[in-house]
């Protein structure tokens, strides 16, 4: 796992310099280890940050048309909802109240991961039409 860290903050690294991305991917490991308090994994990353992601990158290249278009957009959605799900995962006990403590694990863990059911048979019916 350290070599695909290794390999994302060396392509960040090119894009906002080397401070920066050593702060961005210690953070992104952070949430990934499931230190990161349940509602701002789940709600920041893994519903608005979907939807952003979907908005101003996916979507526009769907609308563009072309195979190759979407295979890219797979391409980048794909690890950024496989670190999400995995940590929200990680973060299911770190919840303020006890009373829901053991529940937000199994149900937002599902509903995340019927969200991205539901995104990968919308791309693949939308890549067969």
């Not at 690294?13 to 490991?29: E, F």
């Not at 990934?32 to 994994?41: C, D, S």
Request: proline share 2%.
């Amino acid at each position: 796992m350290t070599k695909i860290w290794q390999t994302f903050q060396f392509y960040i690294a090119k894009l906002v310099g080397d401070d920066t991305s050593n702060r961005l991917v210690a953070y992104l490991k952070y949430c990934f280890a499931g230190k990161e308090v349940l509602w701002k994994v789940f709600w920041l990353y893994g519903v608005v940050g979907s939807l952003v992601l979907s908005m101003f990158f996916v979507a526009p290249l769907a609308a563009t048309g072309g195979r190759l278009a979407e295979s890219i957009a797979l391409l980048v959605i794909s690890p950024y909802m496989v670190w999400v799900l995995k940590s929200i995962w990680q973060s299911a006990e770190n919840i303020e109240k006890d009373d829901f403590k053991g529940v937000p694990k199994a149900y937002l863990t599902l509903a995340a991961k019927i969200c991205a059911i539901f995104g990968a048979i919308n791309f693949f019916l939308a890549l067969f039409a």
